[in-house]
């Protein structure tokens, strides 16, 4: 079975400081992504990295950066936390061959407090 | 740009009620069509696809079918079980290259005994 793990299910910050949040997949996926997730607007893509060390913006990257060092793992930073990035972060993984069929692979969630 | 209208919930079912979910969608070209699933406390996981027009997806005893001409993808079970209770989300993705996928906002669906 495919299996995307997140760092954390439960996070509680205060404003203003640096935050990682851990994503890793165990199937050799090429492609990952971040989303967040919020009551009435549903998921939206904040970046997807489809290679390592290979970055694209999606439709709401502001105030996130991230980093793929390693195939395995994607990361996402909230360079200082603000509390309207209150919410659930998603991250999922898809191999290159099901990229046109988009059949992705989601971890559990972390959800995120900043206070 | 795509985009993805589902309807607002919450549905709230007995059970072994039927189950209509609406989505419909804007888009350029073909693309292909999803539902996923979410259970509390979890990540989405696919619920069923299509992608061409006329097919019908199906899984677990939902089903969809990809109607071009109303450009929907309305997701149905006949009877359904408290384990339904969960939020469901419409998606689609183009069919050429590397596209992104775009969700609809879900629509939470309550089931009770």
């Known amino acids: 079975d495919v299996k995307v793990t997140q760092s954390s299910r439960y996070l509680v910050k205060r404003t203003g400081e640096k935050v990682f949040l851990e994503c890793v997949q165990d199937?050799?996926?090429?492609?990952m992504f971040w989303y967040r997730q919020d009551p009435g607007l549903g998921l939206r893509l904040i970046y997807f990295?489809?290679?390592?060390?290979?970055?694209e913006k999606g439709d709401i990257p502001e105030g996130y950066s991230v980093s793929r060092e390693k195939k395995e793992r994607f990361s996402l930073i909230l360079e200082s936390a603000s509390t309207n990035q209150t919410s659930m972060y998603l991250c999922?993984?898809?191999?290159?061959?099901?990229?046109?069929?988009?059949?992705?692979?989601f971890g559990p969630g972390t959800r995120l407090t900043v206070l | 740009g795509n985009s993805v209208t589902q309807m607002e919930g919450p549905v709230t079912l007995s059970e072994e009620a039927f189950l209509t979910i609406n989505c419909t969608y804007t888009?350029?070209?073909?693309?292909?069509l999803f539902w996923y699933v979410q259970y509390p406390g979890e990540g989405l996981q696919l619920l069923l696809k299509?992608?061409?027009?006329?097919d019908k997806g199906s899984n677990k005893g939902f089903e969809a079918t990809y109607r071009k001409e109303t450009t929907s993808f309305h997701l149905e079970k006949g009877s359904v079980q408290v384990s339904d209770s969960a939020v469901y989300f419409c998606a689609l993705s183009g069919n050429t290259g590397f596209q992104k996928l775009v969700f609809g906002t879900g629509t939470r669906l309550l089931v009770s005994p």
């Open positions: 199937m050799d996926h090429e492609n």
């Open positions: 999922a993984s898809t191999p290159t061959g099901l990229a046109g069929t988009n059949e992705q692979f």
């Open positions: 990295s489809y290679d390592v060390k290979m970055k």
């Open positions: 299509a992608t061409k027009a006329d």
């Open positions: 888009a350029t070209g073909y693309p292909s």
